[in-house]
């Protein structure tokens, strides 16, 4: 059964600091991953999404990137702002093609 | 505009009513599926449904259930069964296998059992 751990669980940085949240999974044989940000009492919103057969995607300041060897995937945001302050998962979708999340990483920005 | 519409947004319920919560799509996705989130939790899966007519308990379905008589909706109930049902309930949707992907979420219900 496919398993997703999401390191740091929480991250409280100052503004301005660029910032690598991961994600690691255990089961390589991957369809696709997907990065999240729930702000608080509300649904998830889709920031980037990666297929199997990809190395990276970019958004803005936002870039994720996959190993599926390594089973990891990284977050990385640059030049973090109070705005980005929510909490981010990844889920990550196998053969089964059902999502299974991490339990997130809740980020912290302040001025 | 299109997305994933959830009612209602609180809903609070006494010790051994059933309650039904409400998940209508407009982005014409196969799949829809019924998560539970916790504080502290990831999402935990209760049902998915890739089909219209057909529905698979995902890792907590007991306590729960679901129908799936239309394409655009996929209503969840919170039965007496279900011992701790106070949580924030996610309902999602995603375009097919053979195209991204990509998952898509309403804005959650929250169930507090008075």
């Known amino acids: 059964k496919q398993e997703v751990t999401q390191i740091p669980a929480a991250l409280s940085v100052p503004e301005g600091e660029n910032l690598v949240l991961n994600c690691s999974f255990t089961d390589s044989a991957i369809y696709n991953l997907q990065w999240f940000r729930q702000d608080p009492g509300k649904g998830l919103t889709s920031l980037l999404l990666i297929q199997s057969s990809q190395r990276e995607q970019t958004s803005g300041r936002l870039n994720a990137s996959l190993d599926k060897s390594s089973g990891r995937s990284t977050l990385y945001i640059a030049a973090s702002q109070p705005g980005d302050s929510a909490t981010y998962l990844c889920a990550v979708r196998g053969g089964s093609y059902i999502p299974t999340f991490g339990r997130g990483t809740s980020l912290i920005v302040h001025p | 505009d299109g997305g994933i519409t959830q009612s209602p947004k609180y809903l609070f319920r006494k010790e051994g009513q059933n309650v039904t919560l409400s998940c209508e799509q407009n982005l014409n996705h196969d799949a829809m599926y019924w998560y539970r989130q916790d504080p502290g939790q990831g999402l935990r899966l209760i049902y998915y449904?890739?089909?219209?007519?057909?529905?698979q308990k995902g890792d907590i379905a007991e306590g729960y259930s679901v129908s799936r008589e239309k394409k655009e909706s996929f209503p969840l109930t919170v039965t007496s069964a279900q011992k701790n049902p106070t949580a924030f309930y996610l309902c999602?949707?995603?375009?097919?296998?053979?195209?991204?992907?990509?998952?898509?979420f309403g804005e959650g219900s929250r169930l507090t059992v008075l």
């Open positions: 449904s890739q089909i219209v007519n057909d529905f």
């Open positions: 999602a949707s995603s375009i097919p296998q053979d195209g991204t992907g990509e998952l898509f």
